[in-house]
Nanobody, 117 residues
Framework: VQLQASGGGSVQAGGSLRLSCAASGRTFGGYDMGWFRQAPGKEREFVAAIIRNGGRTYYQDSVKGRFAISRDNAKNTVALQMNSLKAEDTAVYYC???????????WGQGTLVTVSS
């Protein structure tokens, strides 16, 4: 599967952004989908994930209650709605896909989110 993320940009603290990821391929519904991020000078970290039928979601503690991941298997897309953004959310965000377990084998190119305080 190939992944194309979009929707990044600059926003002030407290604002919102919505990231989208379009996936190619006929078997999108066979992948768990997620988002990772990497802030400047820091390790890449997990942000959120959604299982293949959309029935369960997972979040990093720091984004719980602020971010929401969703997917549309008919359109081969996954989205990350980010609200109440903080400066520490500034990072490059990557759309990822896993065929099995937490094996995030497929990565998109990343989209930059900058939150100014």
């Amino acid at each position: 599967v190939q992944l194309q993320a979009s929707g990044g940009g600059s926003v002030q603290a407290g604002g919102s952004l919505r990231l989208s990821c379009a996936a190619s391929g006929r078997t999108f519904g066979g992948y768990d989908m997620g988002w990772f991020r990497q802030a400047p000078g820091k390790e890449r970290e997990f942000v959120a994930a959604i299982i293949r039928n959309g029935g369960r979601t997972y979040y990093q503690d720091s984004v719980k209650g602020r971010f929401a991941i969703s997917r549309d298997n008919a359109k081969n897309t996954v989205a990350l709605q980010m609200n109440s953004l903080k400066a520490e959310d500034t990072a490059v965000y990557y759309c990822v896909a896993a065929r099995t377990g937490n094996n995030w084998d497929y990565w998109g190119q990343g989209t930059l989110v900058t939150v100014s305080s």
